[in-house]
């Protein structure tokens, strides 16, 4: 996104230091809607992001599209906040899932994934 500086100077989460090198980026990704944090207070900076949380802030950044079909994964059940992005990412040829019939939405998303996550979405 070029390192847009964000409008805010402050947040809600309490887990985030202002002088972290990550923290107006965090603020920016709030602003845009791409993340909302683990909780209303929370951010979590140290944790792992998994392959939902993954596909649902490219799905959101690219202004939440409507998917034409469902995914077919077995482990994405309808309703999920990860659903329609998960949906979207398969269409939008962003990932084919772990398995033939599973997406694994509670795995650790690797860097390698993350890369290959942006780079076909920005293709």
Known sequence: AGSPAPKATTTAFTDLDKIAYYYD???WAVEQGITTGTSATTFSPNATV???????????WEGE???DQRSGFRDVPAGQYYSEAVSWAV???????????????GQTCTRAQIGTFLWRDMA
């Open 25 to 27: 980026a965090v603020l």
């Open 65 to 67: 599209p409507e998917a």
């Open 50 to 60: 998994t392959r939902a949380q993954t596909v649902t802030f490219l799905w959101r």
């Open 91 to 105: 269409e939008a040829g962003i990932t084919n899932g772990t398995g033939r019939t599973t997406f694994s939405p």
